[in-house]
């Protein structure tokens, strides 16, 4: 299948010149893979003419021939914004629901090799793309699951995975468990799911695992089940041609909290005296908080301790002088002190003041540290 008969290629190129489908050439095949970016995912402007939702780890080659396909960008249940997700809309048929792993999309294409290699959405070189293809070349290697890691799928269809590890750990606490979980197949022609018992035919108890209901109304039970350690499900109605997220509350929760940390933001919570509730978050977002915690806890000390010992030994005046004569002895001899820095903080402390926001603002920081931020993380 041509690329040009997947999507408008016109649009596709006005996408990427505008920022908001980024393209990345894997290091030395002729291949090269198109993903929405974080610009596109914050600007409405990007969405509505059906070409980005395809972008999410496609893989062509330089012939313009598509060489893996993964799912098109899919929605929470109940998206106001999308009516076809709205539960009165949705199709009157049984959906298949399965289990929705927290990890990063791994997508298989062909490198050359029998076993071929895994992608993640935006890239053939990500830690979470290097980790994967070990992981599947080693297992194919190992004789493990052989007949499953040879599939037939080449040119055919495409296998999708959950990439998961532990230092790939977004919110969910896998327990050490290391590997792929297959969450589906689909055809690269048509677009459509690869049946479980097909994907299940090849790659056996990679499979993840599947939930049965009765019928469309228990899909609102579903998401209020907000099972701890877990993420939800996927509901995927006429094999693939809709497909919903279903989002448990709480990890849903724990998810804005990851995603939205930034040194800023925990400046700002310290500022105004607030902390997180860090027991549920992933130990590497835990030990960054504590880094950034510390950090500024002894940034503000020092800099309160400095300002208290300036006010406790400048020279007091007495006699006949003004408040006023005092004010411009003391700032003589502050700025004979050379911390030009505590200007502010020190004449606050002096007259009464509160020295804290002063001392908050010295010490802002800019907000784009996000060193535990794991790669390829899926938008909630």
């Not at 800023?264 to 880094?291: A, I, T």
């Not at 002895?329 to 030009?340: C, E, G, L, S």
């Amino acid at each position: 299948m041509k690329l040009n008969q997947l999507l408008n290629t016109d649009l596709l190129l006005h996408h990427i010149q505008e920022g908001f489908v980024g393209v990345q050439r894997h290091p030395t095949l002729p291949l090269r893979i198109l993903n929405y970016t974080h610009l596109a995912q914050y600007d409405g402007k990007a969405w509505g003419d059906g070409t980005i939702d395809y972008c999410r780890g496609l893989i062509v080659d330089n012939e313009d021939n598509i060489i893996a396909r993964p799912f098109k960008k899919f929605h929470n249940l109940n998206t106001e914004s999308m009516p076809e997700t709205m539960a009165e809309h949705l199709p009157f048929a049984l959906p298949e629901i399965t289990i929705k792993m927290d990890g990063s999309l791994g997508i298989w294409y062909p490198d050359g090799t029998p076993e071929g290699a895994i992608a993640t959405r935006g890239s053939f070189t990500s830690p979470q793309a290097l980790w994967a293809t070990k992981w599947w070349k080693l297992e194919a290697n190992a004789g493990h699951r052989q007949s499953g890691l040879y599939g037939p799928w080449k040119g055919h269809w495409t296998p999708l995975f959950e990439i998961i590890y532990p230092e790939n750990r977004i919110v969910v606490d896998y327990k050490g468990f290391a590997g792929l979980i297959c969450i589906g197949g689909v055809y690269i022609d048509s677009g459509l799911d690869v049946s479980r018992s097909d994907i299940s035919h090849v790659l056996g108890d990679l499979l993840v695992g599947k939930v049965y209901i009765s019928d469309t109304t228990m899909l609102g039970v579903l998401a209020e089940q907000n099972r701890e350690n877990e993420e939800g499900y996927v509901a995927s109605f006429e094999q693939g041609k809709l497909r919903v997220k279903i989002k448990f509350a709480e990890y849903a929760r724990l998810h804005r909290i990851i995603t939205g940390l930034n040194a800023h933001s925990l400046w700002e919570l310290f500022r105004v005296g607030d902390g997180l509730v860090v027991e549920n978050l992933p130990e590497h977002v835990r030990r960054w908080y504590g880094q950034w915690h510390a950090r500024l806890s002894t940034q503000y000390t020092s800099i309160y301790d400095a300002v208290r010992i300036l006010a406790a030994n400048h020279p007091e005046w007495v006699g006949s002088e003004t408040e006023r004569q005092n004010r411009t002895r003391r700032a003589a001899w502050f700025f004979q002190q050379n911390q030009p820095e505590l200007k502010s903080a020190y004449f606050a402390k002096i007259d009464g003041k509160d020295v804290a926001p002063i001392i908050w603002d010295m010490i802002e920081p800019r907000g784009d540290d996000r060193s535990f931020q794991p790669l390829d993380t899926e938008e909630v």
